[in-house]
């Protein structure tokens, strides 16, 4: 893959009901090797993804609005600017809150595929938690996506409500 520059309001956006809006800033049908980034953009209520840890650190950065970190069976507002760094796996999750979006920049690793999404009863609160405990890549395979009956992404036409970071 040769070096690009793309805006985040030309991003392809995808978005789903469940987890918000996102971009994973990578061209269409390609991954970067070494390091993923992407932007969510979540309503109150919408977690990034589901409680889970994995293989390689994860960071976050809020850009703009609140939300609740759910991170070791912890709970935890944050804030614009709050910077979150999770060493390889910290089990958490974001979820949107306060009363309009919030957007939420994050950076991971890309050297392994190891994840596990444990039963978290804090996680399950905020229906951000799996019901069945799964993994997959080095910590094993345990059959079907903890994703599956949530909506499918669909692509947005347009860009996301992408507040002002004034």
């Known amino acids: 893959m040769d070096w690009f520059v793309v805006n985040a309001r030309e991003a392809r956006w995808l978005d789903n009901e469940k987890f918000g809006a996102y971009t994973r800033f990578e061209p ?4 970067l090797e070494q390091v993923g980034i992407n932007i969510s953009v979540l309503g109150p209520g919408q977690p990034m993804a589901l409680y889970h840890g994995e293989e390689d650190q994860e960071d976050f950065l809020v850009l703009a609005g609140t939300a609740t970190l759910l991170i070791e069976g912890h709970e935890r507002l944050l804030e ?3 910077f979150v760094h999770c060493p ?3 089990e ?3 979820v949107g ?5 919030c957007v939420v920049l994050a950076v991971g690793g890309r050297e392994h595929d190891g994840v596990v999404y444990p039963v978290s009863e ?3 609160r905020h229906s951000a938690g799996a019901t069945e ?3 997959r890549g080095a910590e094993g395979d345990a059959g079907e996506s903890p994703y599956k009956g949530f909506p499918e992404d ?3 036409t347009g860009e996301p409500d992408l507040p002002s970071l004034a």
């Open 88 to 90: 390889p796996w910290t």
């Open 154 to 156: 669909r692509e947005l």
């Open 133 to 135: 405990e799964r993994r």
């Open 92 to 94: 958490h999750i974001i």
């Open 122 to 124: 804090l996680a399950l």
């Open 28 to 31: 269409e049908g390609e991954r």
């Open 80 to 82: 614009q600017w709050d």
């Open 97 to 101: 809150s306060g009363d309009g979006p």
